[in-house]
């Protein structure tokens, strides 16, 4: 394995830490009163590791095998109907995202109240995490990305489940650093944790709404290009 591909994974891993699910509810449970509670933070980041890791492992060992299974399916006109579809409802839902109308509704608030709260279960944050962590797959680039260089870089088994664990451990790195340094200086971090989680609660509702509304649209526009329907457009092909 060369020294550029393992630089582009960490470089990728680090866009992936910097997801809803890997910092804005890590750092909401950093903002929980009273005394850090490191195992549920823990807890948090662990399951959504394991859940990067086991995805990963799926699509480098199954995806493959699952494509040859389906062969022509996604072509079929059925399909591609309920592929358009899907692509207009994501853009449609991600009006709902609106920046302005999350601050009136208070979506991203629920989340952070839920996650601050001092009586949140082991149990509750294992969810949370898996419920982050699939609200992510369809928008996950820079981990798809990352599994296709691993896919096509002719690794052995263990070499590959490494290299997954090492991207899955990179990516929750800048969580476990602000959780070091909430620790060693609460009085500082605490101030600094306020300020993002200011903007976390301002911005995250209106960044979220892009990431749903450019999926949308290259999901049906792709549906849309093999069902004959933009004539001579340029193709942009999601699925071969």
């Not at 059925?78 to 853009?91: D, E, K, R, T």
């Not at 909430?182 to 600094?192: G, K, M, N, S």
Request: charged share 15%.
């Amino acid at each position: 394995m060369s020294v550029g591909l393992l630089l582009t994974l960490a470089g990728l891993a680090l866009i992936d830490s910097t997801s809803i699910g890997t910092l804005f509810i890590p750092v909401w449970l950093l903002l929980t009163p009273g005394p850090i509670r490191v195992g549920r933070i823990l807890t948090y980041l662990g399951t959504i590791a394991g859940f990067y890791l086991g995805v990963g492992l799926l699509l480098v060992w199954g995806g493959t095998r699952l494509a040859e299974t389906l062969g022509g399916a996604l072509d079929h006109r059925p399909v591609l109907w309920a592929q358009l579809a899907l692509g207009v409802g994501l853009f449609v839902l991600s009006f709902r995202y609106d920046g302005k109308r999350q601050r009136r509704s208070g979506g991203a608030l629920r989340w952070r109240d839920r996650a601050t709260s001092g009586d949140s279960s082991a149990r509750w944050l294992v969810g949370l995490a898996l419920l982050a962590a699939l609200a992510e797959v369809a928008t996950m680039l820079p981990y798809l990305g990352a599994v296709t260089l691993v896919s096509t870089a002719d690794l052995s088994g263990p070499v590959v489940v490494a290299v997954l664990a090492g991207y899955c451990v990179v990516m929750v790195v800048p969580a476990l650093l602000l959780l070091g340094a909430r620790l060693a200086f609460p009085a500082p971090i605490e101030r600094l944790l306020g300020r993002l989680n200011t903007w976390i609660t301002q911005k995250a509702g209106g960044a979220l709404g892009w990431v749903l509304g450019m999926a949308g649209f290259l999901v049906a526009r792709d549906a849309a290009y093999r069902l004959g329907l933009l004539g001579g457009a340029v193709k942009i092909d999601l699925f071969n």
